[in-house]
């Protein structure tokens, strides 16, 4: 499967902002999909996880209740609705999909290019 993300942009703190990662195929359905981060100089991060039906949902602790995680498998897409965004949160935003929904990076076979998101004080 491929992954093509998008969505990223500069907001200031307190504003919001939804990636979205499409996905090729038509196998899209059997993936567990995520949302990870890599901010400059620091190892890439879990942010938030979604299994294969949505039904089944996990978050890092530090966005939980700011961000959420939802998928719509007739459009292949799964989405990351970031609200209250504060400057910590700036990094490249990678989406990823694996045969389970867990926060291990490694889980993940299939990787999107990254989107920027910028938040500024």
């Known amino acids: 499967v491929q992954l093509q993300a998008s969505g990223g942009g500069s907001v200031q703190a307190g504003g919001s902002l939804r990636l979205l990662c499409v996905a090729s195929g038509r196998t899209f359905a059997i993936y567990g999909m995520a949302w990870f981060r890599q901010a400059p100089g620091k190892e890439r991060e879990f942010v938030a996880a979604i299994s294969r039906g949505g039904g089944s949902t996990r978050y890092e602790d530090s966005v939980k209740g700011r961000f959420s995680i939802s998928r719509d498998n007739a459009k292949n897409t799964v989405y990351l609705q970031m609200n209250s965004l504060k400057p910590e949160d700036t990094a490249v935003y990678y989406c990823?999909?694996?045969?389970?929904?867990?926060?291990?990076?490694?889980?993940?076979?299939?990787w999107g290019q990254g989107t920027q998101v910028t938040v500024s004080s």
């Open positions: 990823a999909a694996g045969f389970s929904a867990t926060t291990v990076r490694g889980e993940y076979g299939f």
